[in-house]
């Protein structure tokens, strides 16, 4: 099976290094690399061009945001399996890649998640964040599954569709809700730590995004589902907001 991966970005020269290298790092030999730059004007391309070698597909010119990139990535990508690693983030281990591939093989599912780790560069301390084993719609309508962790099937997004970019915030969202609660998309747990995720990588207004958010809820709850979840996902948003703030604020 090939592996495309996806790595969006923009003035990402603090960043994309790490994320590169975690990628030429693997020890699986069919992946396909893209980079999909929006029209960087610091040195991001210089460090990508240093990598060229090992780099597919490397497209930068200007376009309309992180979601509209990342589906410009899924029409030039060529594998069986499409994944998105963002820059900053990073592959777990060298052999992540190497793991989900024979998940996928042993499973037969079109969709394989697992586990990412939160972390801050300048700060010891790493949060894992576990994703759901068995979704539900009740599940999905509060919480999520982590999208840096997600691999799916190329054919999910030429069938179903890639994001809706009339979200400029909570697409992925809006993509996992489509995929697992519309079309029910197979979909296996693989209990595994996929990425490395970076706090902190995309700033965005809070009160937009739970905005957005409920938008998306009305696509497949009806709207007394979509009270009450959203009262959990307030709920949940806040102890997470909170958890994360005082783990990240020790030593």
Partial sequence: MKVS????????????????????????????????????????????????????????????????????????????????LNAGDMLFKANTISKVVKAFEKNHVDIIYGDIVLYNPDQPQKLILRSQKNVSNFFLGHDTIYHQSIFTKKHIFEKYGGFDTQFKLVADYDWILRSLIKHKISNYYLKLTMAKFLRGGLSFNESESIKERFRVLLRYFSPAQVVLNGFLFWLVHRVLVKINREFFSKG
């Fill in 5 to 84: 991966i996806i790595t969006v970005c923009k003035n990402a020269q603090d960043t994309i290094k790490r994320t590169i290298r975690s990628v030429i790092d693997q020890d699986y030999q069919d992946i396909e690399y893209l980079i999909i730059d929006g029209g960087s004007t610091d040195e991001t391309l210089n460090i990508v061009n240093k990598h060229r070698r090992k780099i597919d597909t490397i497209i930068s010119e200007p376009d309309k945001g992180l979601y509209y990139a990342m589906n410009k990535g899924i029409k030039k990508s060529n594998g069986d399996i499409v994944y998105f």
